[in-house]
């Protein structure tokens, strides 16, 4: 069965600083890769994904993550961060065939502080 | 174009009451996903529909649970007698007719926060 493993439960960064949340997954296949931030009280918004192709994603907002397959992970990146950045950040992989097209396995999410 | 709407945005029940969830996926969009996030954890699939069809409910509780998407309105996620293990927030999360790797591109709504008490 596939799965997502988020290290870090909670990180604290300073403004300006750089990011890089952690994430490892397990799937036989190759995976379909998503990451999704989560304001307080609010839905997912999908930050960007990856299928095949160029390893280095790039999304909305400045993030960047990058697919490395002998690692099993997908690290998200951002060179400075923004105060507005505060959030719960969450992995997901997605699996690819009979009836669970679609299906989202996420992590347990990684809560991101941004100190002034 | 609004975008996936759920209501109520907050929902209290007493023990053993029925609550019901309602989710109106985007403008086109025919298919619809639940996911269950419990305090402190992730999300949790529940529950793959479409249009009167359920296609994948490996994730919904074998009691109690149950969902349905008519061919018009809402989908809607029922849960019966409810139990304080149920509080949660429920995330409806719709994609377009799935091609490729279209049913992928999931856009989820503000959720449903359910409280029992």
């Known amino acids: 069965a596939q799965s997502v493993t988020q290290p870090d439960i909670h990180i604290t960064v300073s403004e300006g600083a750089s990011l890089e949340l952690r994430c490892n997954y397990s799937y036989g296949a190759t995976p379909y890769l998503f990451w999704y931030v989560q304001s307080p009280g609010q839905g997912l918004q999908l930050l960007l994904k990856y299928f095949s192709g160029d390893t280095l994603v790039q999304g909305i907002k400045g993030f960047e993550a990058e697919f490395k397959r002998s690692q099993s992970s997908f690290n998200l990146r951002k060179p400075s961060v923004h105060w507005s950045d505060a959030a719960e950040y969450f992995c997901?992989?997605?699996?690819?065939?009979?009836?669970?097209?679609?299906?989202?396995?996420f992590g347990q999410g990684t809560i991101l502080t941004v100190h002034p | 174009n609004a975008g996936v709407m759920q209501n109520p945005r907050h929902l209290v029940r007493r023990r053993g009451q029925e609550a019901r969830l309602r989710c109106s996926p985007m403008k086109g969009h025919s298919h619809v996903y639940w996911y269950r996030q419990l305090p402190e954890e992730g999300l949790k699939f529940m529950v793959y529909l479409q249009k009167e069809n359920i296609i994948d409910e490996s994730g919904m509780p074998k009691e109690r649970f149950s969902a349905e998407f008519p061919k018009e309105g809402p989908s809607i996620l029922r849960i019966q007698q409810v139990v304080r293990g149920d509080s949660a927030a429920y995330f409806c999360a719709s994609s377009p007719w799935t091609s490729g790797r279209t049913g992928y591109e999931q856009y989820f709504g503000p959720g449903t926060r359910l409280t029992v008490t």
């Open positions: 997901a992989v997605g699996s690819a065939g009979g009836t669970s097209y679609g299906k989202l396995t």
